[in-house]
C-alpha cells in the first residue's frame, strides 16, 4: 500500500477561491489550504475558510488551513502607473505615499537614516537592483544595476540588518485577530529575526484565546543566524525562498534550504519548501524539468510539505498544478533513490513520548507492519513518530477536529476520528474495524499501535502494542 507522503501546501486567491475551485484543489492532492494575508480582503478570506470547511466535508479529508500573515514588507508608493528603469539611470528615493515629480515614494519612515551608501535596494521580488550612491537629507540617491518596471506598491527589499521594523505589524494584528476568530489552523509569522518575534505572536494568540501552533519563514540573515533557536521555539518552520533568495546569492539557497530541513528534522519540526517549485504553471499546462527537479530533490531533502503560490492563487490551472506537484511527490517517493534518514537521537535518557515513537518505527520494521496506528489528544505523539520517518503510513486517531486539522501538515499522517474509549481492548477493537471498513488492512495484517496510559491523558504516551488483524 503506496500513500504519498509529503504534504501539499495550496495558496488560495482569484483562481481557486470558490467552492468549485477547492473541490478540484482537494481532488488533486491538497492537504493544507494557506491563506496569504498580503493579498484579498477579510471578506475574501472568510469565502475561503467556508469554502474549504465545506467542502472538507464532503470529501471527508480534514484540510489544515494556514494563515501567512504578511509581516513588515516593504513597498513603493503611488508612482503613478509604471515606469520602466534601465542599467545606469540614476533615481532618488524618498519616504512615503506620495513624492514630488520625478522622486520615487517608499512607504517606510525612516528610509535615509537606516541606509548607507553602498546599500543594494530590490525591487520586484530582486527582478530589480539598485546601489545607494548618496544620501541627502530625506533623499536617497541610486544608481540602477538591474532594471525592470516601477509600479505602485511593488515589493521594494531593503538591507535588513539595520532596519527598525516590528515582525507583528499593525496590519498584521487585525489579520492574525481575524484569523483566530476564522478558526486558521497554523499561523505563519513572516521575516521571523529573533525567538522574540515568535513568543510575541504566541501571547498575542493567547490573549485572543487561541493558541494556535506558529509556523515560523525562514526568510532573513537573522533568522539564519539564530536558527536552532527559532526552530526549537516554532512549531514549524518554513523555507521561504522568494526573500531569502534576494538577502542571499542565488548558490547559497540551496545549501541554506538543506540546512533548514536538516535543523528541523532534529529537533521534529515538520518542515515546508516555498516559493516558485511549479512557476511556469501559472500560465503553462506543464513544469520545466529544472522544476519538476527541485520539487523531487526537496523531497529527497527530507521536506514535510511542499508549497504552491501563484500557481494556484492566480495561475491558470491551479488543480493540474496540484496534480503535477503530487505526481513528482509520489515518484519520487516510490523510486529506490528514496531513503529517508533518520533524525539524530535526543541525549539520553530520552523523554518518554521520543522514545515510544522511536520504538513504535522500529517495530513496525521488524514485523513488517501494513501501518502505525497512534491515539494523540494534541498531535504531538503523531508529529514525533512521522519525524521518525517509518516506511509504513500513520494513521492518527484524535476526538478533536481541531487536533485532526493540525495534523493535515505532517509527513505521512492520515487523520482519522474517534472517539476514546476507556479500556485499551475496545480501542484496538475499534481501531481494527475502522480500518477494515476504510480498506486500509486486510485480516492477518500486522499494525503497529501506539497510546498513553492512563488513556486520553494528553503528554501521556507511553505504550506501544502490536496487533494482527482478525477476521
Not at 482569484?14 to 493579498?39: Q, T, Y
Not at 507583528?168 to 513572516?190: P, W
Request: hydrophobic share 40%.
Amino acid at each position: 500500500m503506496f500513500t504519498r507522503r509529503t504534504k501539499i501546501v495550496c495558496t488560495i486567491g482569484p483562481s481557486s477561491n470558490s467552492p468549485e475551485a477547492i473541490d478540484g484543489l482537494i481532488e488533486a492532492g491538497m492537504d493544507v489550504a494557506r491563506l496569504n494575508f498580503s493579498h484579498g480582503t477579510h471578506d475574501d478570506h472568510q469565502r475561503a475558510v467556508t469554502a474549504i470547511r465545506e467542502a472538507s466535508a464532503r470529501h471527508r479529508k480534514a484540510i489544515t488551513i494556514l494563515g501567512d500573515l504578511s509581516g513588515p514588507k516593504i513597498r513603493a508608493g503611488r508612482i503613478g502607473g509604471a515606469r520602466e528603469v534601465v542599467a545606469g539611470d540614476t533615481l532618488c528615493l524618498m519616504a512615503g505615499e506620495d513624492a514630488p515629480p520625478g522622486v520615487i515614494p517608499i512607504r517606510y519612515d525612516t528610509l535615509a537614516t537606516d541606509l548607507r551608501v553602498g546599500d543594494a535596494i530590490h525591487g520586484d521580488d530582486g527582478r530589480i537592483r539598485l546601489r545607494v550612491t548618496d544620501i541627502k537629507g530625506d533623499r536617497v540617491h541610486v544608481v540602477v544595476e538591474e532594471g525592470g518596471r516601477l509600479r505602485d506598491a511593488v515589493g521594494i527589499h531593503l538591507p535588513s540588518g539595520n532596519l527598525q521594523l516590528d515582525a507583528l505589524t499593525a496590519k498584521d494584528r487585525l489579520d492574525l485577530e481575524f484569523g483566530l476568530a476564522a478558526g486558521i489552523d497554523y499561523v505563519a509569522v513572516s521575516f521571523v529575526r529573533s525567538v522574540e518575534d515568535v513568543r510575541r505572536v504566541r501571547e498575542f494568540c493567547e490573549a485572543h484565546g487561541r493558541l494556535v501552533p506558529v509556523c515560523s519563514k525562514i526568510e532573513t540573515p537573522q533568522a539564519i543566524d539564530h536558527l536552532e533557536a527559532i526552530v526549537e521555539a516554532s512549531d514549524a518552520v518554513m523555507v521561504a525562498r522568494g526573500d531569502l533568495g534576494v538577502e542571499f546569492p542565488p548558490e547559497q539557497v540551496p545549501v541554506l534550504q538543506h540546512r533548514v530541513l536538516v535543523c528541523a528534522a532534529a529537533r521534529r519540526r515538520p518542515a515546508i519548501v516555498a516559493t516558485e517549485m511549479l512557476h511556469s504553471m501559472v500560465t503553462s499546462t506543464r513544469p520545466t524539468r529544472a522544476e519538476a527537479s527541485d520539487v523531487a530533490n526537496a523531497i529527497f531533502d527530507g521536506a514535510d510539505a511542499t508549497m504552491l503560490s501563484g500557481e494556484t492563487a492566480s495561475g491558470a490551472h491551479p488543480a493540474l498544478a496540484v496534480g503535477m506537484m503530487a505526481r513528482i511527490i509520489s515518484a519520487a517517493e516510490s523510486s529506490p533513490y528514496w531513503k529517508p534518514e533518520q533524525p539524530p537521537a535526543h541525549p539520553r535518557p530520552m523523554p518518554f513520548p521520543e522514545a515510544t515513537a522511536r520504538m513504535a518505527v522500529m517495530a513496525s520494521n521488524d514485523l513488517d507492519a501494513r501501518l502505525i496506528a497512534v491515539f494523540t489528544q494534541g498531535g504531538d505523539t503523531a508529529r514525533l513518530i512521522s519525524k521518525e520517518r517509518p516506511t509504513v503510513p500513520v494513521v492518527a486517531f484524535s476526538p478533536s477536529e481541531i487536533v485532526r486539522r493540525r495534523l493535515g501538515l505532517l509527513w505521512g499522517v492520515t487523520p482519522r476520528v474517534m472517539e476514546p474509549l476507556a479500556d485499551t481492548d475496545e480501542m484496538v477493537e475499534g481501531v481494527q474495524a475502522h480500518l477494515l471498513a476504510s480498506g486500509m488492512v486486510t485480516p492477518g495484517d500486522r499494525i503497529v499501535v501506539v497510546f498513553g496510559a492512563p488513556i486520553a491523558v494528553k503528554g501521556r504516551t507511553n505504550t506501544v502494542r502490536v496487533h494482527q488483524i482478525g477476521g
